[in-house]
């Protein structure tokens, strides 16, 4: 039940649109995953069933480094709720901590024996959905279809499908491109394969049209960590296979080549805001936000109140203009999740969760280099992604690629403990 439920809001996340909302993206979807969530969890709850020895306590169980990701996980969400309670903000802080909350919830859900069963039907519903939104995205940029009437800045911004902002679909699309890779060098179906070969070069295509270079980089890392975890020193030929054909890619495709041309044009004539995608204003709004609070932070959910005021703080203290394309711009995020656990939260917090990103990919790693099957090492590969995602946008912040992330997390660490017998031989 609880897998059925997941298996829903993976779905709704990915495609449900409210046109008649003021958000029309945004709400529909948040309110479908913290719903879902707190479903799939009294789901799970119900039917938990308490066991012996370490098979039932798994918090227990494995390295080091697994049980110090949980710990320093808990120790991050309660620092959280500590700075919503000493936020300038409060109300607004409480408000985001509550679905802060649900959506930690998706930690052990993933984590639990629940979820084991209904991984197959999570994995088909992810890439079913994303697939969805790949072809829409493409018939977008041909101009073929338009759902709906979106005003944008740009025609880069009009291919977003039912994901509705470009870098949210991009980011979908790199976690969908890692898994049907994963799938497609490692399942031993020929239907299987097949239909994971065709999700990759539907995925593959749709980033290129997307002209994302954050969704790039981290397919292109969430891929490296793949092929190097299967083939070890062999995986240098698919790597540059894969490098060869990225170049290719943006050699061949005119859009990309410009967008590729303008990075270069940038660093030529050190034009940093440019090259970063004006990212400059709020990394610096954060990064002040973090000088006049760093025990607390601000709390969860004001870095959009918060923006404006500290970027002219840092313009001032820095003697520097952050330029944004437009006038009217500003940011809810800083673009970079692990830098707005530390405006929001407070120092320690964010090291909390440095340290539990840390431990969590080490624990998955061991266990992926130990067993290499294909479970532990499609999953570390996603994580990788992940965690890549997050250095330059804010994958968390986003209920259609938070509820993957975040479930394949607990997933990543059930399976990392040392005396996980029940590995399966397909993919998660």
Request: with cysteine.
């Amino acid at each position: 039940m609880a897998a059925a439920v997941l298996s829903a809001v993976l779905a709704g996340t990915a495609l449900v649109v409210d046109t008649e909302a003021g958000a029309a993206f945004d709400a529909p979807k948040r309110l479908i995953a913290l719903v879902g969530t707190a479903l799939a969890a009294a789901a799970a709850l119900a039917f938990f069933r308490r066991g012996d020895g370490p098979a039932a306590r798994p918090w227990i169980a494995g390295p080091a480094s697994r049980r110090m990701a949980l710990g320093l996980a808990a120790a991050a969400l309660l620092l959280a709720f500590l700075a919503a309670l000493a936020s300038p903000r409060r109300a607004l802080s409480l408000d985001a901590m509550r679905a802060l909350a649900l959506y930690a919830l998706l930690l052990p859900l993933g984590a639990s024996r629940a979820i084991e069963k209904g991984k197959a039907w999570l994995t088909g519903t992810f890439l079913a959905v994303t697939a969805v939104n790949a072809v829409v995205s493409i018939l977008e940029s041909r101009g073929l279809f338009h759902p709906f009437p979106l005003e944008t800045f740009g025609d880069r911004q009009e291919t977003g499908a039912y994901a509705g902002n470009v870098g949210y679909l991009a980011i979908t699309l790199a976690f969908g491109a890692v898994l049907a890779l994963g799938i497609l060098l490692t399942s031993r179906r020929a239907g299987v394969r097949l239909a994971a070969g065709g999700a990759l070069g539907l995925f593959a295509l749709t980033l290129l049209v997307n002209r994302n270079l954050t969704a790039l980089t981290s397919t292109l890392a969430g891929a490296g960590v793949l092929l190097v975890v299967l083939y070890g020193r062999r995986a240098a030929l698919p790597i540059a296979a894969a490098v060869l054909a990225a170049v290719i890619g943006v050699v061949g495709y005119a859009p990309l080549r410009d967008r590729a041309g303008e990075a270069v044009n940038a660093v030529r004539h050190g034009n940093w805001d440019a090259l970063v995608s004006f990212r400059g204003g709020a990394w610096a709004a954060a990064l002040e936000m973090v000088r006049e609070r760093p025990l607390a932070g601000f709390g969860p959910g004001t870095f959009a109140a918060e923006y404006v005021p500290h970027r002219l703080a840092a313009e001032i203290r820095l003697r520097r203009q952050f330029v944004a394309p437009l006038l009217t711009s500003s940011y809810a995020e800083s673009h970079c999740d692990y830098l707005q656990v530390f405006s929001d939260a407070g120092v320690p917090a964010g090291l909390a969760v440095l340290g539990a990103v840390g431990c969590l990919l080490a624990a998955a790693g061991t266990a992926a280099l130990r067993r290499k099957t294909p479970e532990t090492v499609i999953l570390l590969a996603v994580l990788a992604a992940g965690a890549t995602a997050a250095l330059t946008w804010f994958p968390l912040q986003r209920p259609v690629t938070a509820v993957p992330i975040l479930l394949v997390a607990g997933r990543a660490w059930r399976v990392s403990a040392s005396d996980a017998s029940r590995d399966t031989e397909d993919a998660p």
